[in-house]
């Protein structure tokens, strides 16, 4: 390939239009499997609510509700908390902003590989960051008891962990994650948890527990799972102190009154999170073993992505390239996951016409390499 043809890969997954524009082709001509979004698109009620609230002149003209008070009602119903134990901001680093801001952290420990914007807001709010390398051997497994013993020995007062973790899609099973809170507790270590993908195993969430565990606090977002990130809504659960703690350093007005009524609407459709559960298992296992007939070797997974290592002769900075080039398909690059190995990719899990597509193209281009 060209070398002119180079760029570095994008930060994040989702850019399309940067690539496009680099690659010079149509953006509505990429397939993005660098995003991890539910590729049914959001509930029919969503649509629904935004149709009803721009109907309505109020819903621009007026200000959003400053407490956001139906918004935590609706979240609290559905995490089985109460509205004082949530704090809400336009997405998820905001929110950890103010937690570091809140609370006095001065040494984390942050398990790699992981998401980036992590190790950045650490940093930006002047915490001291302790790497801890979880090792693909183990399939990125946490692991409590080493954990706790690296905090220890590096005198971290907090550290960040990822249920499912990313990129890795690794599970750690809610009563292991809750042992390692309780012995932190005992040592007064403050745990930060970022539960984004849990809405694929929510029988794993710590939301509940966090109320009542004064050393943690739980991470959630909506915009992954129901297919809404334009809309950038997360909440944070945790003790009510802690809550009012967090919302003193959240801007005002963080979520727009459509947003809200939105974010509502997809919260409450019990059915649409059912079926997304079921076809997102149905798309893994399939892809899982067409990954698997390509010797391309894959993970243990609990969400709606995979963490793809290809044989050693795959070079796959040219691989991504081609993809898009080729076959028009957008792979998430890994390479600035910190502590991850050269050899990587990320693919998110998208409907069956668009998953055999993708194993198509990995075909034709893993084949002409």
């Known amino acids: 390939m060209n070398e002119s043809l180079h760029i570095p890969p994008p930060l994040h997954g989702g850019q399309l239009r940067?690539?496009?524009?680099?690659?010079?082709?149509?953006?509505?001509?990429?397939?993005?499997?660098?995003?991890?979004?539910?590729?049914?698109?959001?509930?029919?009620?969503?649509?629904?609510?935004?149709?009803?609230?721009?109907?309505?002149?109020?819903?621009?003209?007026?200000?959003?509700?400053?407490?956001?008070?139906?918004?935590?009602?609706?979240?609290?119903?559905?995490?089985?908390?109460?509205?004082?134990?949530?704090?809400?901001?336009?997405?998820?680093?905001?929110?950890?902003?103010?937690?570091?801001?809140?609370?006095?952290?001065?040494?984390?420990?942050?398990?790699?590989?992981s998401f980036s914007e992590y190790r950045r807001t650490l940093e930006n709010a002047a915490v001291a960051v302790t790497p801890y390398l979880i090792a693909p051997e183990g399939n990125f497994s946490y692991k409590p008891d080493s954990i706790f013993q690296s905090m220890w020995d590096n005198d971290c007062d907090a550290v960040l962990l990822a249920n499912p973790q990313n990129p890795s899609g690794a599970l750690c099973e809610a009563h292991e994650m809750l042992r390692l809170v309780e012995r932190a507790k005992d040592h007064g270590i403050t745990v930060l948890l970022d539960e984004a993908f849990i809405d694929y195993c929510p029988a794993q969430s710590l939301s509940k527990q966090a109320t009542e565990?004064?050393?943690?606090?739980?991470?959630?977002?909506?915009?992954?799972?129901?297919?809404?990130?334009?809309?950038?809504?997360?909440?944070?659960?945790?003790?009510?102190?802690?809550?009012?703690?967090?919302?003193?350093?959240?801007?005002?007005?963080?979520?727009?009154?459509?947003?809200?009524?939105?974010?509502?609407?997809?919260?409450?459709?019990?059915?649409?999170?059912?079926?997304?559960?079921?076809?997102?298992?149905?798309?893994?296992?399939?892809?899982?073993?067409?990954?698997?007939?390509?010797?391309?070797?894959?993970?243990?997974?609990?969400?709606?992505?995979?963490?793809?290592?290809f044989p050693a002769e795959v070079d796959v900075r040219t691989l991504w390239e081609r993809m898009i080039v080729e076959e028009h398909i957008v792979l998430r690059s890994c390479a600035n996951f910190e502590g991850l190995a050269t050899g990587h990719l990320r693919v998110a899990v998208r409907s069956e016409q668009e998953n055999e597509r993708l194993i198509n193209g990995l075909k034709r281009v893993i084949t002409s390499c």
């Open 18 to 113: 940067h690539i496009a524009t680099h690659y010079e082709t149509n953006v509505e001509t990429l397939l993005d499997f660098s995003a991890n979004i539910n590729p049914d698109g959001p509930p029919p009620s969503v649509g629904t609510a935004i149709q009803w609230a721009l109907a309505n002149p109020a819903t621009l003209t007026a200000y959003p509700e400053l407490e956001l008070t139906e918004l935590k009602q609706v979240i609290a119903g559905c995490d089985g908390v109460q509205p004082e134990n949530i704090a809400v901001a336009n997405g998820f680093v905001p929110l950890l902003d103010a937690t570091l801001r809140a609370l006095p952290i001065k040494r984390c420990l942050l398990p790699v590989p």
């Open 213 to 309: 565990q004064p050393n943690l606090i739980v991470f959630r977002s909506v915009t992954k799972f129901f297919a809404v990130p334009g809309l950038r809504v997360a909440y944070a659960v945790c003790a009510s102190s802690k809550a009012q703690m967090l919302n003193r350093f959240i801007a005002p007005w963080p979520v727009t009154a459509l947003a809200s009524q939105a974010v509502c609407a997809a919260l409450l459709d019990g059915a649409y999170a059912k079926r997304t559960r079921s076809a997102n298992e149905r798309r893994r296992l399939w892809l899982e073993e067409q990954f698997n007939g390509l010797r391309i070797e894959t993970y243990p997974c609990a969400a709606n992505f995979f963490l793809l290592r």
